[in-house]
């Protein structure tokens, strides 16, 4: 499996909670969110679906563009999704 940075937002339901976030393995993340591991916003909220990712070659590039998408606004985001 190749590892590789990506920016991701997931879901509680349709035009529910969003969250997005950065891994350099999405794989295990989402699996992360998915099974309880992760404490935390996505755990308390139930927001474990991905909608919606993006692959990225540099880390600095996800976590730069992870940043620029939490600035957006919600209409935005869904629009993107």
Known sequence: MI?????????SRPNGTLYIGVSS???QRVWQHKSGV?????DR????????FEM????LAAVTREKHL???KRDWKIALI
């Open 3 to 11: 590892k590789q940075p990506a920016v991701y937002i997931l879901a």
């Open 70 to 72: 939490k600035k957006w």
């Open 38 to 42: 992760v404490d935390g916003f996505t």
């Open 56 to 59: 990225h070659t540099e880390m």
């Open 25 to 27: 393995n999405l794989l």
């Open 45 to 52: 909220y139930d927001v474990h679906l991905l909608v919606y």
